[in-house]
Every structure is written in structure tokens, then in C-alpha cells.
């Protein structure tokens, strides 16, 4: 079954954005249309009350409802209407029988629109008075209209915008002692609507491009600073995986000193160190197979021959060869087995300041009872170059420096004879703490004497059946987990060998 190809974050970041921006953008939408409405309804509360207030005050002075009436009216209670534009009232038949603009009243209760006179080329002149007229003859009758045929027993609420103006009316049913007498229209001029209409929606879309702007930036950022070393590292870890040929450099993300960088250095180290582990359990299950197949072989041939032989010195002799042979592959699995032990472990423990002096001291008394208990005379002696009150102190684990002495000592003793003197020195340098083993034995054989850090290397002791080759492999292995470097070399102008071990010191 074919996977299925997934989104990259960027994408998924980006539709989950947009979808934002829809649903806001519906949302605000909603909200515009709804703006002018309400500010709308508002201003046609305060006409209800305006409304509400005329048709007491007719009550209250007892108005005769008609033209004559209504006039007389108007001018008695022009406060009634200081703060609106202009006032109509309307028989029962929608006809006009009284209106604010047409009476004779003070221009600082009501403001009647200025007559223009308008110049043509020919030098004549026309009044738009004639205009003004026209149009207000359609406006009575479009409430005449409405009157007739579209009120009902609510308020009715009109607006609409002349040229640049915006206009709000509400009209209303007057009820003099339970009857319908006529209608009264309070129209209010009302641009404050439309400018505060305009001034949200300019404020949304500014706020909307500055969101956008905001987001578009984030997203580039995002995309070259995070995702695509994301997408690197994915791609490396899945060419480490599918074993591909192809190389794919991540270095360059290690300039960065952020959590990218980090990640990226930590997942490259991490990647070197098991394919250095799997390269060296194949190399090393390989070598293990080899070392294996000889004694495997000698003891083969001594079975076969010791099943053949009669004489007892050659029955003996081909025993001895077979006891050797299995304690050699003893040994070999042995310490196979446990240096994967050591292995696995060495990842989980946690260095700890150590004062490298104090383990020395400990490891060497323990060499020189056993020395003393198997009654030979070999003898150890500690040399520090350096008198020190802070000590040697280093950063590492303690049981697998020990792990490293020991198993150097022990190298030097297997080629040591009586009456030898083998000799730990220990000084320090201005980054590191140096130990030096000195033996008096016949020393190195081979040019390079680094070789004896190989896996079963093949220069031994001859009592390699409690050898299997593997130690100063473990040893090179925990010096270099501590950031050290272990090197062989033979005497100078005298015989023996000497291994030293370079530690960082502690800071």
C-alpha cells in the first residue's frame, strides 16, 4: 500500500492561517453589516422618545389635528425639535399638513436649505429652487406610498443616502384618544453614522494588512531558520537509514549556536557513534569468528590425535594443548561478552569530579597484595612529578579509570620477571594530567607499537590463556570516551616498554 504523502509544517502553518483569516474574515464581515444598522437603531430610539414626547404635549394642549392646528403648534414648541433636522406630520391619508422647513421660524431652531443660483455661459441665470421642488414633491409622496400600503401598527425606520448625505427617518402612527389621527416623520441628518462605519472598516483593514504582513514574515522566517533544517536533518537521518550513497552535508548548521544547531550537532554525533559502534561490532564479530576458528582448529587436530595416540608424555602433551585451546576460547568469549557490557554501559554513566592520584594509589595496592600472594617480586612504584594540594582532578568515571590502570598494569606484568621494577608517573601540563607505565621487559617488537591497541593482537605472553587480546583495546576505547589519548612507545636508552595516557584536566 502506497503511503500517503503528508504536509510539510510550512503548509500546514499556512492553510491553518488562511482558515483563520476566512473565519475572521466572515466574522468581520458580519460585523460591518451589522455596524450601520445599530448605530441606525440607536438614532431611532432617541426619534421614538422625541416622537413619544409630541404626542404628549398634543394630548396635554388638546391640538387640533390639522394644518392650522399643527402650525400653531410648531410654533409654540419649537424646543420640541431643536436637535433634529426636520419634522412632518401627516393626515390619516399621508397628505402633508404640517413640516418644519416650511414654517416661518427662528434660523437658530431650524435650518432651511439656501436657494442656489446657478450662472450659465450666455450669461442667464436658474434657480435650482425648482429642482429643490421637484424632488421634495417625490419625497411626500414616497411617504404617502408608504403610509398607504406598507405601515403597519409599529414605528417604521428609513434611511437612505442623498448624494453625500445620510439620512435617518422614523415614522409613526399619532393616536389622539384611541383614534389614528395621522403620522409624524422625524428625519435627522445623520453622516456621523457613515464616518463611524468607515472609520472601523478602515481600522479592520489596516489591522488585517498588518496581521497579514506579520504572519508573511514569521512564515519566511520560519521556513529558512526551522523548517528547512528540519527538513535537512530528516533527510539525513532518512539517507543514514536507507543506507543511500548520496552525501548530504549538515555541518553548515552547526554555526548556529540556537536549538536547531544544537539538535543538529547532537543528532550528527550521535549518528557517527552508531555507525562507529556498528562498524566496529562488525568488524569485531568478524575478528572474534577468526580468533576463534585457530583453537578451534588445534583443538580438533589434538582430539583427533589424542584418540589415536597410546604413548601417556604424548597423551599428556596433546591434553595440554586442548586445555589450553578451551581456555583460550573461554577467554575469548568471555571478555567479548563483557566488553559489550562495558559498552552499553559506558553511555549510560555520568562522569563526576575524580582525583586520578587516589585511584592510582588504589589500584596499586590491590596489585601489590595480589604480587605479594603469589610470592613474586615485582615492584611497583608511584612517581608524582608534580606536589599538588588540589590534587589530580579530572572529569571521568571512576571504576573505568580503574578498569584502564589495571589493565595497563596488568599488561606490564604479564612481561615482567622477578626483581623488575614497573614505575607509574604522573605530572601535568597546562590542559592535561599525563601517566606514564614503565616496565623492564623486552618491550616492543614492532615499528609502530600502537598496533597493540588492535583487537587480539597477536604479540602475547605465553601464558595467553588469560589473555584474549582485548584489553588494551578497552583501554584505548575508556581513555578516548574521556576525551584522552593513550600512546605506546618503547625506553629510551634502556630496556622496556612505557604506555602513556593524556587526561584533560578538570576546570
Not at 420640541?80 to 426636520?86: H, I
Not at 427662528?106 to 442656489?116: G, L, M, P
Not at 554555526?255 to 556498528?278: A, C, F, N, P, Y
Not at 588445534?298 to 597410546?310: G, M, Q, R
Request: proline share 2%.
Amino acid at each position: 500500500m502506497k503511503q500517503k504523502k503528508t504536509a510539510s509544517i510550512l503548509k500546514k502553518f499556512l492553510f491553518f492561517n488562511f482558515a483563520t483569516f476566512s473565519i475572521l474574515g466572515l466574522l468581520t464581515i458580519f460585523y460591518l453589516k451589522a455596524i450601520q444598522p445599530n448605530l441606525v437603531k440607536k438614532r431611532t430610539v432617541n426619534h421614538k422618545i422625541i416622537i413619544s414626547n409630541t404626542v404628549d404635549h398634543l394630548k396635554r394642549l388638546d391640538v387640533d389635528y390639522s394644518s392650522e392646528g399643527i402650525r400653531t403648534f410648531l410654533l409654540s414648541t419649537r424646543f420640541l425639535f431643536q436637535s433634529l433636522d426636520r419634522v412632518q406630520f401627516y393626515d390619516s391619508g399621508g397628505e402633508l399638513i404640517g413640516d418644519t422647513n416650511i414654517l416661518d421660524l427662528d434660523q437658530n431652531v431650524f435650518s432651511r436649505s439656501d436657494i442656489i443660483i446657478e450662472e450659465t455661459i450666455d450669461g442667464k441665470t436658474s434657480s435650482s429652487e425648482k429642482l429643490l421642488n421637484i424632488q421634495e414633491e417625490k419625497n411626500v409622496n414616497l411617504i404617502k406610498k408608504i403610509i398607504l400600503e406598507k405601515y403597519s401598527d409599529e414605528p417604521l425606520t428609513l434611511s437612505e443616502k442623498v448624494k453625500n448625505d445620510f439620512f435617518v427617518r422614523t415614522l409613526s402612527k399619532i393616536s389622539l384618544e384611541n383614534e389614528n389621527e395621522g403620522y409624524i416623520l422625524v428625519s435627522e441628518q445623520a453622516n456621523d453614522i457613515l464616518n463611524a462605519v468607515k472609520e472601523r472598516k478602515d481600522f479592520i483593514t489596516r489591522t488585517v494588512f498588518a496581521v497579514a504582513l506579520v504572519i508573511l514574515i514569521f512564515s519566511l522566517f520560519l521556513n529558512k531558520y526551522i523548517l528547512k533544517p528540519i527538513g535537512l536533518l530528516v533527510k539525513y537521518s532518512d539517507s543514514v537509514k536507507k543506507k543511500s550513497s548520496e552525501s548530504i552535508n549538515i555541518k553548515k548548521a552547526f554555526v548556529r549556536d540556537d536549538e536547531i544547531g544544537k539538535l543538529t550537532m547532537s543528532i550528527d554525533e550521535m549518528t557517527k557513534e552508531l555507525q562507529h559502534r556498528t562498524n566496529r561490532a562488525e568488524t569485531f564479530s568478524n575478528d572474534l569468528a577468526h580468533e576463534i576458528r585457530n583453537p578451534l582448529a588445534s583443538l580438533k587436530s589434538a582430539s583427533e590425535l589424542l584418540d589415536k595416540t597410546t604413548e601417556k608424555n604424548e597423551s599428556e602433551k596433546l591434553l595440554k594443548i586442548i586445555n589450553h585451546d578451551v581456555e583460550r576460547i573461554e577467554r575469548l568469549i568471555t571478555d567479548y561478552s563483557q566488553m559489550l557490557k562495558d559498552e552499553a554501559s559506558l553511555s549510560r554513566e555520568k562522569m563526576s569530579k575524580i582525583n586520578l592520584i587516589d585511584i592510582v594509589n588504589n589500584v596499586v595496592e590491590d596489585f601489590k597484595q595480589d604480587l605479594n600472594n603469589q610470592s613474586k617480586k615485582i615492584d611497583i612504584k608511584i612517581i608524582e612529578k608534580i606536589n599538588t594540594k588540589n590534587g589530580f582532578y579530572i572529569l571521568g568515571i571512576e571504576n573505568r579509570l580503574e578498569q584502564v590502570i589495571a589493565n595497563l598494569l596488568d599488561n606490564s606484568i604479564s612481561f615482567s620477571q622477578d626483581n623488575q621494577k614497573i614505575e607509574i608517573g604522573i605530572e601535568e601540563t597546562s590542559k592535561n594530567l599525563v601517566m606514564t607505565i614503565k616496565d623492564e621487559g623486552p618491550g616492543f617488537s614492532e615499528t609502530s607499537p600502537q598496533k597493540i591497541f588492535k583487537r587480539f593482537y597477536s604479540n602475547r605472553p605465553k601464558s595467553f590463556g588469560k589473555h584474549s587480546g582485548l584489553g588494551l583495546n578497552i583501554v584505548k576505547n575508556i581513555v578516548e570516551l574521556h576525551k584522552g589519548t593513550i600512546a605506546a612507545s618503547n625506553r629510551l636508552n634502556t630496556r622496556g616498554a612505557q604506555v602513556e595516557v593524556l587526561l584533560p584536566k578538570f576546570s
